[in-house]
C-alpha cells in the first residue's frame, strides 16, 4: 500500500512537471531575468520548443487541430436549424437530464426512458421543437423584434454574448443577474423618458437556464412576452412558451442551442434587409411609371 | 382452434408507429405552411418608440456592464498577443524577475460618475480584477521590450486610473538626505519631548598596522610547533599575531560637546543610541556629532538613536529595510498623555467608592 502511494506520488510529481514542459532558460538554471536580452534569449529558447514541436507534428497523424473538432467550435462555429442533426445535440450530451426520482409528471412526454438511474431525454421530440423555436426567433427578428437571451452562469457569458451580438441591434443579453422587477417595474429601473420614448418590453426572451429565473420568466407572462427555454427533466415544460427538452446543465449544449437560434435570428434580420429593399426598389419603380403616365 | 398466437407485445417493443424527426418526407403542420415572413408588421407596434441603444439594456446597468465586456475582450485580445509571444504562461522565476505593479486606481466614487447608477463593492472590485490583470499583461510586454503593445493598452488604463497618479506616487519616493562638501550628513531625530541634530562623518580607514618582529617575545612557538588544543598564554598583554590583520578604528560620538560614556549615566541610553549601528554592522565606521534639547534621558537617547538611524540609511541607503523592521527609522509617536478631568492622572481612576 505504501509502495502504491510511493508511486503515484511519483507519478503525479512527474506529470505535473510534464504539463509545464518550458519553465526553464536554456541552461537549465532559473535564474531571474535581469536585462532585456535575458527576456528576448527566454523567448526564444520557447520558440524553438514550439517550432520543434510544429516540425514534429507533420509527421504522425493526419489530424490536426484545423481539421478536428475543438472546445471553442460550438462557440464561435454555431450550425444552422436545418443542418442540425441528432448525432450533435447527443455528441452535446443534450439527452442527459436529472435523476429519476427528480423527473417532473409533465416532462414525462419528453423522456425516453430511464439509465444509470437518470431521465433520459427524447431527442426526437427535442430536435421539432427546436427547429420550431428557431423559426419563432427568425419571424421575430424579421419583424424587428428583440430578442434577450438570458443565461445567468459563468460558463454560459460568452454564449450569451456571442448570441446577442450575432443578432445586431436586435439582440441583447443579460449574462449577470436578471434584477427583479426588470419589466414588471420598468418606470423605476429606466426612468419615466425612457420608459415612453423606447421598447423597454422585449418581444421575446430565451432562457438558457430557466431554473434560476424563474421570476424573470414570471414577469414575462405578466407582461405577456413569449418565452423560450431550455428545460430539463426536472421542470414543468409549461413554464414557458416554446420549451425546448434539453440538458441545462451542460454548457455545451447550451451553446449549441443558442447558436442555432441566434443564426436563425440572424437570417430573420436578413429576410427584413431583403424585404425593406425588394420594397425600396418597387417604391421607385411605381413612381417612374407615375412619372412616365403623367407624361 | 388455437390459431397461430401473436407474439406477446413486450413492454420495451419499439413502437413501430413512432414518426422520427429525420424521416424523409417531413411532417409539416399546416399552420406553418403559411409564410409567415411575407406577413405585415403588426399594426399596434408605435412606430415612433425607438429600440434600447446597449445591448446590455435589460441588465439595467448598461454602461458598467458594457465597459466590463469590452474590457474582458481587450483583456482576451491581450493575453493572445503575448501567448504568441511566448511570454504565457509565465513561469514564476519569471514573474519575480518583473518590475512591481504601482496600481492607483481611482476610488469607487470617482468611478461610479464613469457609470450612470450605483456602483456596490463588488461590481467595483470585479472592474480593478480585470484592470489589475490588463495592467499585468502591459507589464509584461514593457518588460520583454514589447513597447508597442504596452503603450497601446496604456490609453485604455489612464482612463480608470487616479488623477492625481503622479503626485501620490511621487510621495512614496524618500527624500534623499544631501551630504555637504566635507560629506557630512544631517538628519534630525525625535522622541517625546526631545530633538537631536545629529551630523554624521564616515572614518577615514587607517593604514594596517604590521607589527616588527621585535615587539613580540622570542620565545613565541612557531606556527608549526603551534599545538592548537594546549593553551598557550605567554604574556596576556602582547599583541595578538591577528592584530595586524584587523585594524580596529575607534569612533568618537559626542552629545552636546560632552562624549557619550560622559552625558549618558545609564547603560540602557548608551545600548538604545548604539544600536542601529550595531544592527547596520557599521559600529566602527562613523563619528557623530549631536546637539540635543528638550526632554529628559530617555527622550534625547531616543531622538539621538533616530537622528543616527536616518543619518545611516543617508550614507548607506542598502541597510534601510533592516532599520525599518527595526522600528529605528520611524518617529516613535507615543508622547505623554494628558491628564483627564475626574481622573487623577490620563488613566488613573480615583478609589471607586459604592456609597
Same mark, same amino acid.
Given at each position: 500500500m505504501a509502495a502504491f502511494c510511493a508511486q503515484r506520488t511519483r507519478i503525479a510529481t512527474v506529470l505535473r512537471h510534464a504539463r509545464r514542459p518550458f519553465t526553464s532558460v536554456a541552461d537549465g538554471s532559473e535564474s531571474r531575468l535581469l536585462s532585456q536580452d535575458d527576456w528576448t534569449a527566454f523567448q526564444v529558447h520557447r520558440a524553438e520548443r514550439s517550432t520543434l514541436v510544429d516540425l514534429f507534428s507533420n509527421f504522425g497523424s493526419t489530424q490536426s487541430r484545423d481539421n478536428t473538432w475543438q472546445p471553442h467550435h460550438p462557440l464561435h462555429r454555431p450550425t444552422a436549424s436545418r443542418d442540425l442533426t441528432l448525432s450533435a445535440l447527443l455528441a452535446a450530451g443534450a439527452h442527459l437530464g436529472h435523476h429519476s426520482s427528480l423527473l417532473n409528471p409533465n416532462f414525462i412526454p419528453y423522456a425516453?426512458?430511464? @439509465?444509470?438511474?437518470?431521465? *433520459?431525454?427524447?431527442?426526437?421530440?427535442?430536435? !421539432?421543437?427546436? #427547429? #420550431?423555436?428557431?423559426?419563432?426567433? @427568425?419571424?421575430?427578428?424579421?419583424?424587428?423584434?428583440?430578442? *434577450?437571451?438570458?443565461?445567468?452562469?459563468?460558463?454560459?457569458?460568452?454564449?450569451?454574448?456571442?448570441?446577442?451580438?450575432?443578432?445586431?441591434?436586435?439582440?441583447?443579453?443579460?449574462?449577470?443577474?436578471?434584477?427583479?422587477? &426588470?419589466? &414588471?417595474?420598468?418606470?423605476?429601473?429606466?426612468?419615466?423618458?425612457?420608459?415612453?420614448?423606447? #421598447?423597454? *418590453?422585449?418581444?421575446?426572451?430565451?432562457?438558457?437556464?430557466?431554473? !434560476?429565473?424563474?421570476?424573470?420568466?414570471?414577469?414575462?407572462?405578466?407582461?405577456?412576452? !413569449?418565452?423560450i427555454g431550455i428545460v430539463d427533466s426536472n421542470v414543468d415544460p409549461r413554464i414557458v412558451m416554446y420549451p425546448i427538452p434539453a440538458n441545462d446543465e451542460s454548457t455545451r449544449t447550451a451553446e449549441l442551442i443558442a447558436g442555432v437560434l441566434s443564426i436563425a435570428g440572424r437570417e430573420g434580420v436578413e429576410i427584413a434587409a431583403e424585404r425593406a429593399q425588394k420594397r425600396a426598389r418597387s417604391a421607385r419603380s411605381m413612381a417612374k411609371h407615375r412619372t412616365l403616365k403623367v407624361d | 382452434m388455437f390459431a397461430i398466437r401473436r407474439p406477446l407485445r413486450l413492454k420495451f417493443a419499439i413502437n413501430s408507429s413512432r414518426t422520427f424527426a429525420t424521416a424523409s418526407t417531413p411532417y409539416v403542420p399546416p399552420a406553418s405552411l403559411e409564410i409567415v415572413a411575407d406577413a405585415p408588421p403588426p399594426q399596434f407596434r408605435s412606430r415612433k418608440k425607438t429600440k434600447p441603444e446597449s445591448p446590455s439594456f435589460y441588465t439595467s446597468r448598461a454602461s458598467y456592464y458594457d465597459h466590463l465586456y469590452q474590457l474582458e475582450t481587450a483583456l482576451q485580445r491581450c493575453r493572445r498577443a503575448i501567448s504568441t509571444l511566448e511570454l504565457l504562461p509565465l513561469p514564476a522565476f519569471a514573474r519575480a524577475s518583473l518590475p512591481p505593479a504601482q496600481l492607483l486606481w481611482r476610488n469607487r466614487q470617482s468611478m461610479m460618475t464613469m457609470f450612470s447608477g450605483s456602483l456596490t463593492t463588488a461590481r467595483y472590485r470585479r472592474?480593478? /480584477?480585470?484592470?489589475? +490583470?490588463?495592467?499585468?499583461? /502591459?507589464?509584461?510586454? /514593457?518588460?520583454?521590450?514589447?513597447?508597442?503593445?504596452?503603450?497601446?493598452?496604456?490609453?485604455?488604463?489612464?482612463?480608470?486610473?487616479?488623477? +492625481?497618479?503622479?503626485?501620490?506616487?511621487?510621495?512614496?519616493?524618500?527624500?534623499?538626505?544631501?551630504?555637504?562638501?566635507?560629506?557630512?550628513?544631517?538628519?534630525?531625530?525625535?522622541?517625546?519631548?526631545?530633538?537631536?541634530?545629529?551630523?554624521?562623518?564616515?572614518?577615514?580607514?587607517?593604514?594596517?598596522?604590521?607589527?616588527? /618582529?621585535d615587539v613580540l617575545p622570542s620565545h613565541s612557538p612557531r606556527a608549526q610547533d603551534v599545538d592548537i588544543l594546549a593553551p598557550v598564554v605567554d604574556n596576556a598583554f602582547a599583541p595578538s599575531p591577528s592584530a595586524s590583520r584587523m585594524p580596529v578604528t575607534t569612533t568618537t560620538i559626542l552629545v552636546n560637546n560632552i562624549p557619550l560614556n560622559k552625558y549618558f549615566d545609564s547603560p540602557a541610553d548608551r545600548e538604545r543610541i548604539v544600536r542601529p549601528l550595531k544592527l547596520a554592522g557599521v559600529l566602527g565606521t562613523f563619528n557623530a556629532f549631536v546637539i540635543v534639547r528638550g526632554g529628559g534621558t530617555t527622550g534625547q537617547a531616543g531622538a539621538i538613536a533616530h537622528g543616527i538611524a536616518q543619518g545611516i540609511v543617508a550614507h548607506v541607503p542598502e541597510v534601510d529595510h533592516i532599520l525599518r523592521k527595526a522600528k529605528l527609522i520611524k518617529r516613535d509617536p507615543r508622547m505623554v498623555e494628558r491628564k483627564k478631568t475626574g481622573l487623577a492622572k490620563a488613566r488613573k481612576r480615583y478609589t471607586w467608592v459604592k456609597r
Open positions: 425516453y426512458g430511464t @439509465r444509470a438511474g437518470i431521465t *433520459v431525454i427524447d431527442l426526437d421530440r427535442t430536435l !421539432p421543437h427546436l #427547429r #420550431r423555436a428557431a423559426s419563432l426567433v @427568425r419571424a421575430v427578428a424579421s419583424r424587428d423584434g428583440t430578442i *434577450v437571451f438570458v443565461g445567468t452562469r459563468s460558463d454560459l457569458r460568452p454564449t450569451v454574448l456571442k448570441a446577442a451580438q450575432r443578432i445586431g441591434s436586435q439582440g441583447y443579453h443579460i449574462a449577470e443577474k436578471w434584477l427583479p422587477g &426588470t419589466l &414588471t417595474n420598468k418606470v423605476h429601473f429606466f426612468g419615466p423618458e425612457v420608459t415612453l420614448s423606447e #421598447r423597454v *418590453v422585449p418581444d421575446l426572451v430565451i432562457f438558457l437556464n430557466p431554473i !434560476p429565473n424563474l421570476h424573470a420568466i414570471r414577469e414575462c407572462a405578466i407582461e405577456h412576452v !413569449p418565452t | 472592474m480593478i /480584477s480585470v484592470l489589475a +490583470d490588463l495592467e499585468e499583461c /502591459s507589464r509584461i510586454a /514593457s518588460a520583454a521590450g514589447h513597447t508597442a503593445l504596452a503603450e497601446s493598452i496604456q490609453p485604455v488604463l489612464e482612463l480608470f486610473e487616479r488623477q +492625481d497618479k503622479e503626485t501620490v506616487l511621487a510621495r512614496t519616493v524618500r527624500k534623499q538626505v544631501p551630504m555637504d562638501r566635507y560629506g557630512r550628513s544631517y538628519t534630525v531625530g525625535k522622541r517625546k519631548e526631545s530633538a537631536a541634530r545629529v551630523w554624521m562623518i564616515p572614518v577615514r580607514e587607517p593604514a594596517p598596522v604590521t607589527l616588527s /618582529s
